[in-house]
């Protein structure tokens, strides 16, 4: 992994239609494991007003979650009473964790509660780590797998990875095909497909899915190769196939 390269943690569902409450709970949910995991860079979030040094932290209660998703990540109409339009397309909003400095700056890009059918759109969260030294790396890979835990959890979608884009780039996918990182999770369906014969560790998670990890124990990422090679065994298993239009999960 090369250093100034971000760290993608993230997960993608099909259609789900949430209110901006359900969302915030979701969210509430997931901030909370991963302050668990990193109390420091995970454990607040918000957005800059003006410039990157105007951080405005948002409280992390489930009325002011509720109330930014609504503010922010809506699309309403241009002329009074400025009614709420594309309301099945959900909600879109990013936050920030705030810090400047190399190597902590931590994004994070939502969309859920979108309930259209279009091919093209789906739901997903995904985290942008920054990684600026040895340091960073190392700390980030050692929390990667837990984080995508964290985030199946809260948000429950029907498949996730921890990646990079390099990894992604290698991948030759076809529409609405799941990623496979260096961490790869699959939902009970996609996970009661995969068979014996991976490399890397293989274990069921709480929701009866299935995490796969081609991590080391000393947070060496694979190299691009490797995970295309697991994508091929994967997908040749049945596991991959693209995600429904019309549920959430395969």
Not at 65 to 86: M, V
Not at 135 to 152: F, I, N, S, T
Not at 217 to 235: F, H, I, M, N, W
Request: glycine content about 8%; overall charge negative; proline content about 6%.
């Amino acid at each position: 992994m090369d250093l100034e390269e971000k760290l993608l943690v993230k997960g993608s569902w099909g259609p789900r239609e949430e209110s901006a409450r359900q969302v915030a709970e979701r969210w509430l949910a997931f901030a909370r494991r991963l302050a668990a995991l990193e109390p420091k860079l995970l454990g607040r979030w918000g957005w800059a007003e003006d410039s990157m040094e105007d951080f405005r932290e948002l409280s992390l209660d489930v009325d002011t979650l509720c109330e930014y998703i609504e503010e922010a990540g809506t699309q309403r109409s241009e002329t009074p009473p400025y009614e709420r339009i594309d309301v099945d397309l959900g909600f879109s909003f990013s936050l920030w964790n705030g810090y400047l400095p190399d190597g902590q700056d931590v994004e994070l890009w939502v969309t859920a509660g979108l309930y259209t059918q279009v091919a093209g759109l789906s739901n997903t969260v995904h985290l942008d780590l920054s990684v600026e030294s040895e340091d960073d790396r190392r700390r980030w890979l050692e929390l990667a797998e837990e984080a995508l835990l964290a985030l199946v959890e809260a948000w429950e979608p029907d498949h996730g990875f921890v990646g990079t884009h390099p990894m992604l780039d290698a991948q030759d996918r076809g529409k609405r095909e799941p990623w496979v990182g260096a961490v790869t999770y699959l939902s009970p369906a996609r996970g009661a497909l995969v068979g014996s014969g991976l490399p890397g560790r293989v274990r069921e998670t709480r929701d009866g899915g299935v995490v796969v990890s081609l991590l080391e124990s000393d947070a060496v990422l694979p190299d691009a190769e490797q995970v295309v090679a697991l994508a091929a065994q994967l997908r040749s298993m049945g596991a991959l196939a693209p995600t429904p239009t019309t549920r959430p999960q395969l």
